[in-house]
């Protein structure tokens, strides 16, 4: 029982640096990109909350594939550091704002996503 408790916790962890690295990555070439490119202010949040989606998303399928159990749970728990992180990262740059709290919890609907997609994935059989 707490070997599997044990695992479990790890693929936790590992979910969550996945998601990280990705949230990071993701808003690095986005800022990146929008400074070369010279597009407006009107396009950061929306670029900002597909950067959200994905860095939950990737961290909750990770955390939740090798479980093949539970991917709502194993998926939210695995988003809530980035979604801290993210969080903690606008707030600083910003003032408080409401849509700093809708992005926690666009992080954690994209984890929890990505765990039930990585649950209901079939893994292919070679022969």
């Known amino acids: 029982m707490q070997q599997g408790i044990k695992n479990n916790l790890i693929q936790l962890l590992k979910g969550s640096m996945i998601g990280i690295i990705v ?3 993701a808003i690095f070439s986005t800022v990146l990109s929008l400074y070369k490119g010279g597009i407006s202010n ?3 949040m ?3 909350i597909i950067c ?3 860095s939950g998303g990737s961290g909750g399928f990770f955390s939740a594939k090798s479980a093949r159990k539970n991917g709502l749970i194993n998926g939210i728990l695995s988003s809530i550091i980035p ?3 993210l969080f903690l990262v606008i707030s600083v740059i910003t003032t408080f704002e ?4 809708a992005l926690i919890m666009i992080v954690l609907a994209g984890g ?3 765990g039930i997609l990585a649950v209901n994935t079939k893994i292919k059989k070679r022969k």
């Open 46 to 48: 929306p670029l900002l």
């Open 98 to 101: 409401p849509i700093n709290i």
């Open 42 to 44: 009107g396009v950061y």
């Open 23 to 25: 949230m990071v990555l």
């Open 83 to 85: 979604g801290i992180i």
């Open 52 to 54: 959200a989606i994905l």
């Open 112 to 114: 929890a996503s990505g």
